[in-house]
């Protein structure tokens, strides 16, 4: 009878003491419904010989030996090609899986439906030379956006089998990336990704790995963008790659659009003044002309929603300021933030429509198209922004939830300056939700899901939109390359009265935990401050 997994692990030049542990970690697993497939790639190095001989005596334990040294790709094709089991693992050769490893995958995998399971990761940690672990990744659940930009479901991975063969295995040319490769080209099929937020898989740090010194392969670094140019060709998304790497492993998408539509721009406004870096400012004034002068994108209207009881002086400026690309509707109801917006996108025209609010100040010339480039995928239904405060500590980066506490926005007033929890600042991630400061939508989604519900006229208006896109299907999306100020926050009242989270609650008690939120991390503390580890050690990659 065939095993349900197969773990595939090319072995080259492996110390022996890396070797062993690693071959262990196969045979400790509490489930035994697996095999290890061995692969040595022409290794010349005098002990292992006997050490693969030695683990051969294991019926479950199947070596292949290569003649010559073909490279990862070629080793790990040959393991593919002698499997028997439904489900891949993948397992470098000085790595090691906890002994839960396979059983957890396994019951995740009944759990979501054995027969629709095409691809599974867990968590991971490091494995220091004296061997205490540190570093955890506390991934999120299936995020299509931040994978484009990171190989970030790394360690353990398990794929389906016919899947893999469907898709050609492993590809030549792609070595040092060639997981990423691959993955790319499954997900693009699969049917379900289920994630255990369980770390599995330990990452050794040697000397010549990634995680020992990211400078140690760079033809990985460029294997990666090959990866994801080769996904960008076949999926169409509108994207090039760009040529820096801010951090190892993150990789920048630029817009490429093909098609340039119309944008509408809705800033709601009661004319306010506020001091910015010292200077009284009108801040809607000043949101309307950095629009005009910094965006490069040049399809767009703004529609401001001004209320009646605006002074006629702070009318007339904000109006020049957006000369023929703006027009006014007066706004005469009682306030309510989210009744303004719904007010102006109906007098907008623009196939998607954008909320802005007035404090918000544009950086990055590019940021429409960067919006653009994720609001028309057909699967997202809303897009948010990089915001920073005036004094340039972050303030927005995307909004997340947890069991018992509010929906905050993550690392709000870090250093933007940081790359933050494994690149997370600097990375698109899907999110639960995104700020309503900057947030864009096509117009048939935003029709669908109602606009914003004036049950929130003052706050959650933009988290309870959100909720809506995620209950119709859609992703939520946060891009960095969208970067602002938001002079927070003078559009509106911050307090959060009780009754408004009560709201929000009552109204989406059926979500469940937050999917790109890790549950080992809480919101009560911080979220990026993940626990003590079992061995006792702070892990420290913050």
Same mark, same amino acid.
């Given at each position: 009878?065939?095993?349900?997994?197969?773990?595939?692990?090319?072995?080259?030049? !492996?110390?022996?003491?890396?070797?062993?542990?690693?071959?262990?970690?196969?045979?400790?697993?509490?489930?035994?419904?697996?095999?290890?497939?061995?692969?040595?790639?022409?290794?010349?190095?005098?002990?292992?010989?006997?050490?693969?001989?030695?683990?051969?005596?294991? @019926?479950?334990?199947?070596?292949?030996?290569?003649?010559?040294?073909?490279?990862?790709?070629?080793?790990?094709?040959?393991?593919?090609?002698?499997?028997?089991?439904?489900?891949?693992?993948?397992?470098?050769?000085?790595?090691?899986?906890?002994?839960?490893?396979?059983?957890?995958?396994?019951?995740?995998?009944?759990?979501?439906?054995?027969?629709?399971?095409?691809?599974?990761?867990?968590?991971?940690?490091?494995?220091?030379?004296?061997?205490?672990?540190?570093?955890?990744?506390?991934?999120?659940?299936?995020?299509?956006?931040?994978?484009?930009?990171?190989?970030?479901?790394?360690?353990?991975? &398990?794929?389906?089998?016919?899947?893999?063969?469907?898709?050609?295995?492993?590809?030549?040319?792609?070595?040092?990336?060639?997981?990423?490769?691959?993955?790319?080209?499954?997900?693009?099929?699969?049917?379900?990704?289920?994630?255990?937020?369980?770390?599995?898989?330990?990452?050794?740090?040697?000397? !010549?790995?990634?995680?020992?010194?990211?400078?140690?392969?760079?033809?990985?670094?460029?294997?990666? $963008?090959?990866?994801?140019?080769?996904? &960008?060709?076949?999926?169409?998304?509108?994207?090039?790659?760009?040529? =820096?790497?801010? &951090?190892?492993?993150?990789?920048?998408?630029?817009?490429?659009?093909?098609?340039?539509?119309?944008?509408?721009?809705?800033?709601?406004?009661?004319?306010?003044?506020?001091?910015?870096?010292?200077? @009284?400012?009108? /801040?809607?004034?000043?949101?309307?002309?950095?629009?005009?002068?910094?965006?490069?994108?040049?399809?767009?209207?703004?529609?401001?929603?001004?209320?009646?009881?605006?002074?006629?002086?702070?009318?007339?400026?904000?109006?020049?300021?957006?000369? =023929? $690309?703006?027009?006014?509707?007066?706004?005469?109801?009682?306030?309510?933030?989210?009744?303004?917006?719904?007010?102006?996108?109906?007098?907008?025209?623009?196939?998607?429509?954008?909320?802005?609010?007035?404090?918000?100040?544009?950086?990055?010339?590019?940021?429409?198209?960067?919006?653009?480039?994720?609001?028309? /995928?057909?699967?997202?239904?809303?897009?948010?922004?990089?915001?920073?405060?005036?004094?340039?500590?972050?303030?927005?980066?995307?909004?997340?939830?947890?069991?018992?506490?509010?929906?905050?926005?993550?690392?709000?007033?870090?250093?933007?300056?940081?790359?933050?929890?494994?690149?997370?600042?600097?990375?698109?991630?899907?999110?639960?939700?995104?700020?309503?400061?900057?947030?864009?939508?096509?117009?048939?989604?935003?029709?669908?899901?109602?606009?914003?519900?004036?049950?929130?006229?003052?706050?959650?208006?933009?988290?309870?939109?959100?909720?809506?896109?995620?209950?119709?299907?859609?992703?939520?999306?946060? !891009?960095?390359?969208?970067?602002?100020?938001? *002079?927070?926050?003078?559009?509106?009242?911050?307090?959060?009265?009780?009754?408004?989270?009560?709201?929000?609650? =009552? $109204?989406?008690?059926?979500?469940?935990? =937050?999917?790109?939120?890790?549950?080992?991390?809480?919101?009560?503390?911080?979220?990026?401050?993940?626990?003590?580890?079992? *061995?006792?050690?702070?892990?420290?990659? /913050?």
């Amino acid at each position: 009878m065939a095993p349900t997994f197969s773990v595939i692990t090319p072995v080259y030049e !492996t110390p022996a003491e890396l070797f062993t542990a690693c071959v262990d970690s196969v045979r400790n697993q509490t489930l035994d419904d697996w095999e290890l497939i061995l692969i040595d790639d022409g290794s010349v190095a005098p002990h292992l010989p006997a050490l693969l001989d030695a683990a051969a005596r294991d @019926p479950r334990i199947t070596v292949i030996r290569r003649a010559e040294n073909g490279g990862i790709v070629a080793a790990s094709n040959d393991g593919i090609a002698a499997a028997r089991g439904e489900l891949i693992a993948l397992l470098d050769h000085d790595d090691e899986l906890h002994p839960e490893a396979l059983e957890a995958a396994l019951d995740a995998i009944a759990e979501a439906g054995r027969d629709e399971v095409d691809y599974l990761y867990t968590d991971s940690d490091m494995i220091l030379e004296d061997g205490t672990h540190r570093d955890p990744f506390f991934k999120p659940d299936w995020s299509p956006e931040r994978f484009r930009a990171q190989m970030y479901t790394n360690h353990l991975g &398990i794929l389906r089998r016919s899947l893999v063969l469907e898709v050609g295995g492993f590809r030549a040319g792609f070595d040092g990336s060639q997981d990423f490769d691959l993955v790319f080209r499954v997900t693009e099929k699969a049917r379900r990704v289920v994630h255990v937020p369980r770390v599995l898989y330990h990452w050794r740090v040697v000397a !010549t790995s990634v995680a020992g010194d990211p400078d140690a392969k760079p033809y990985a670094w460029l294997a990666g $963008r090959k990866a994801i140019e080769s996904h &960008i060709e076949r999926t169409g998304f509108e994207a090039t790659v760009g040529d =820096d790497i801010p &951090i190892p492993g993150v990789y920048r998408l630029r817009p490429a659009l093909r098609e340039h539509p119309t944008v509408s721009i809705v800033i709601p406004t009661a004319g306010t003044v506020k001091e910015v870096h010292g200077e @009284p400012t009108l /801040l809607a004034e000043r949101c309307v002309a950095s629009v005009i002068e910094r965006s490069t994108y040049d399809n767009y209207e703004i529609v401001a929603v001004i209320d009646h009881h605006t002074d006629p002086e702070a009318r007339r400026r904000i109006l020049a300021a957006g000369g =023929d $690309r703006i027009r006014a509707v007066t706004y005469t109801k009682p306030f309510s933030f989210s009744d303004k917006c719904n007010v102006g996108a109906v007098r907008s025209d623009g196939e998607h429509v954008l909320l802005l609010n007035d404090d918000i100040e544009v950086i990055s010339p590019d940021w429409l198209e960067a919006l653009l480039m994720y609001s028309r /995928l057909p699967a997202v239904g809303a897009v948010g922004a990089r915001l920073l405060f005036g004094d340039g500590r972050l303030q927005h980066v995307g909004i997340g939830m947890s069991d018992g506490a509010a929906p905050g926005q993550i690392c709000r007033g870090w250093n933007a300056e940081q790359d933050g929890y494994y690149g997370i600042f600097r990375l698109p991630c899907n999110w639960m939700a995104v700020t309503g400061a900057c947030l864009m939508s096509r117009r048939d989604v935003y029709v669908e899901v109602g606009g914003l519900s004036t049950d929130f006229p003052n706050n959650f208006n933009d988290v309870d939109y959100c909720y809506k896109v995620h209950e119709r299907g859609y992703r939520v999306v946060y !891009t960095p390359e969208a970067e602002l100020f938001h *002079h927070e926050s003078a559009s509106r009242d911050p307090v959060v009265a009780p009754h408004e989270l009560d709201r929000l609650r =009552d $109204r989406w008690s059926v979500l469940g935990r =937050d999917p790109y939120l890790n549950p080992n991390f809480g919101m009560r503390v911080h979220p990026f401050n993940p626990p003590n580890d079992r *061995h006792g050690n702070l892990y420290s990659r /913050l």
